[in-house]
């Protein structure tokens, strides 16, 4: 069977909804020239050595962080602009969800029970405005085909 797969990046969906704000997902756009989005790699167990030098391990759970990086002129800033606002404002966190589609792997991954950790506040203003970075975090991001 061929390979179809390509190394695109170009026709990449990110969509992503917040709980009670934007229960119908918004398309992400915008991103910056070199950066869409990454995950931070996933600590999925633990180990332990014993004084004999036998290895122990166990499945542990933890989040998983992911960069989202767009243009200071995108206007999906404005999506997670709202939800620091409105986080501040009611002084509750909101719970996101989101699906990122890879057309050319045939891949999405869907990320479950997320929250916006970090947000830069402005960009940084240099000769151009730069790129903003949003790092959110989930509770499980799944992959699968389309």
């Given amino acids: 069977m061929a390979n179809n797969r390509t190394l695109t990046a170009a026709n990449a969906i990110l969509m992503i909804g917040a709980v009670g704000l934007y229960d119908t997902p918004r398309r992400i756009q915008g991103f910056s020239a070199d950066d869409v989005t990454d995950f931070d790699a996933l600590t999925s167990a633990e180990t332990s050595m014993g004084v004999d030098g036998r290895l122990s391990g166990g499945f542990v759970y933890n989040p998983v962080n992911q960069n989202v990086t767009l243009q200071a002129d995108s206007e999906s800033v404005d999506v997670f602009e709202n939800i620091q606002q409105a986080q501040r404002q009611r002084g509750e966190a909101y719970v996101l ?10 891949k999405r991954y869907t990320m479950e029970r997320g929250f916006l950790i970090s947000s830069s506040l402005m960009p940084a203003l240099r000769k151009t405005l730069q790129p903003r970075r949003f790092t959110l975090q989930w509770q499980n991001v799944s992959p699968s085909k389309v």
Avoid: E, K, V
């Fill in 97 to 106: 969800f989101g699906s990122i589609l890879l057309r050319s792997t045939g």
